[in-house]
């Protein structure tokens, strides 16, 4: 299976609404990793040296106005192995933004069957937070013949000085063009979220996608776009 590339970091999750206190709840919950659409939990591969992507999508709670995100990365051609990214989200209501840049380090390349492993720094800024959010996340791939797992461990540093773990996996195959995956993920003393989703190349360099997930009862949606250059 030719594994998918995953992207630095969005943020997905359910929260009781999206003002601002919610746009900060999604970003305690997700950003360390900062995986490509539509994923959660990262993998550990990077765009290759002068390459990159943009990804915008909306992200909600069912019933909820949600809020939309735009998240571009690139790859320095005169450091191979480093990915760079940054994000921009605001909700629908117009009350809050969330701010990041991430930089993510291949240690290994990907083998075509087998393990490798990377590591992610995050700093994120919430609109009327007056302390940024730090994040470290290690990151390890498994490739196989029928598709991919993925492994995240990390830590988040608040802007309350609290040290929170962060956990994810999940599990992809690819049919053609379109690649299906399941996934868990959270954070020390806060419930897990379940998602299952799939994206759609519909020609090079382009990609649809979509997400369904379930996090204290309530459901999740997203759906966004993205193009790769």
Known sequence: MPLRRHHPYHL????????VAALATIA??????????????DDAGVNAP?????EVWWE????????FY??????????????LGAL???DLDGRATVQSVVAKWQWTPPPEQGCHAASSVGLWHTHREPRSTRALNL?????????????????????????LPTWGAAVE????????????????????????GALWEWTPGWQLDGVVGRRQGRTLLSIGVKHSF
């Open 173 to 196: 195959s690819t049919w053609g063009a379109v690649t299906a995956h399941i996934e868990a993920f959270g954070q020390r003393g806060g419930p897990p979220t379940f998602q299952t």
């Open 60 to 67: 909600g709670v069912h019933r909820d106005r949600g809020a």
């Open 70 to 83: 735009a998240a571009p990365a690139y790859a320095p051609a005169a450091l191979p192995g480093l990915e």
């Open 139 to 163: 990151l390890g791939t498994c490739i196989a013949s029928w598709g991919a797992v993925h492994a995240n461990a990390g830590t988040l540093h608040t802007p309350d000085h609290r040290w």
């Open 50 to 54: 002068g390459e990159g992507h943009v």
């Open 88 to 90: 921009l989200a605001r």
């Open 12 to 19: 997905r999750s359910a929260c009781q609404g999206y003002g």
């Open 28 to 41: 305690a919950l997700t950003l360390p990793a900062h995986a490509g659409r539509p994923l959660t939990v």
